[in-house]
């Protein structure tokens, strides 16, 4: 059963970098695509971008200038990094993965972000 | 920018029927843009439902069924369960773009 999980500070200061991880279980990162969504409390979901294994990665084109996806097959994991935070990125953030049918099927449980205004 | 708008609150009773409809601000929606339907309840991670317009996952159950409804994608749910009370998200790919846009959501309330 593959299982995701994300982790990194639930708390970071506006104006510096958001840094999350999500480490992929019971299967490989090799193949797939590995994605980041965010959801700010109370609202709906904002698809923020995906990497490719192979690294080639795309990204939401209103968060582009921020937004950096890396992957790291050594760890099976992947990381997002987003930068100049502010109040308006506070949200919970998602892990999943999606397959070449474009399946998301498997999701982390969610990490709470909180940039204080 | 891209906007795609779901209805913001449906209404069905237990054993009914309802449908879900996804649109695209840039025109018809076709199985080009792989939609995707998600189930969310409270406190929960989004589980998803159906992709690629009309594939169920195995553990979606068999009264969820997707399709293409005058030019949108749509989700019908045929049977509804209590359990079925959720928020339901589409989701489009936009290939020009290689990018993905959520609708707003549905909230689905079994009455």
């Known amino acids: 059963q593959v299982q995701l999980q994300e982790s990194g500070p639930g708390l970071v200061k506006p104006s510096e970098t958001l840094s999350l991880t999500c480490t992929v279980s019971?299967?490989?990162?090799?193949?797939?695509?590995w994605t980041w969504i965010r959801q700010p409390p109370g609202k709906g979901l904002e698809w923020i971008g995906y990497?490719?294994?192979?690294?080639?990665?795309n990204y939401n084109p209103s968060l582009k200038s921020r937004v950096t996806i890396s992957v790291d097959t050594s760890k099976n994991q992947f990381s997002l990094k987003l930068t100049s935070v502010t109040a308006a990125d506070t949200a919970v953030y998602y892990c999943?993965?999606?397959?070449?049918?474009?399946?998301?099927?498997?999701w982390g449980q969610g990490a709470l972000v909180t940039v204080p205004s | 920018q891209t906007v795609v708008t779901q209805e913001p609150s449906l209404t069905v009773s237990p054993g009914g029927t309802v449908t879900l409809t996804c649109a695209s601000s840039?025109?018809?929606?076709?199985?080009?843009?792989?939609p995707n339907w998600f189930q969310q309840k409270p406190g929960q991670a989004p589980r998803s439902l159906i992709y690629?317009?009309?594939y169920r996952h195995y553990w979606t159950p068999a009264r969820f069924s997707g399709s293409l409804l005058g030019g949108k994608a749509a989700l019908t749910l045929s049977g509804v369960q209590p359990e079925d009370e959720a928020e339901f998200y589409c989701?489009?790919?936009?290939?020009?773009?290689?990018?993905?846009?959520f609708g707003g959501g549905t909230r689905l309330t079994v009455l």
């Open positions: 840039t025109g018809a929606v076709t199985s080009d843009y792989y």
């Open positions: 990497i490719h294994y192979s690294g080639s990665a």
């Open positions: 989701l489009l790919y936009y290939g020009g773009a290689q990018n993905w846009v």
């Open positions: 690629s317009t009309n």
């Open positions: 999943a993965r999606a397959n070449a049918y474009w399946e998301y099927d498997y």
């Open positions: 019971g299967g490989s990162i090799n193949t797939y695509y």
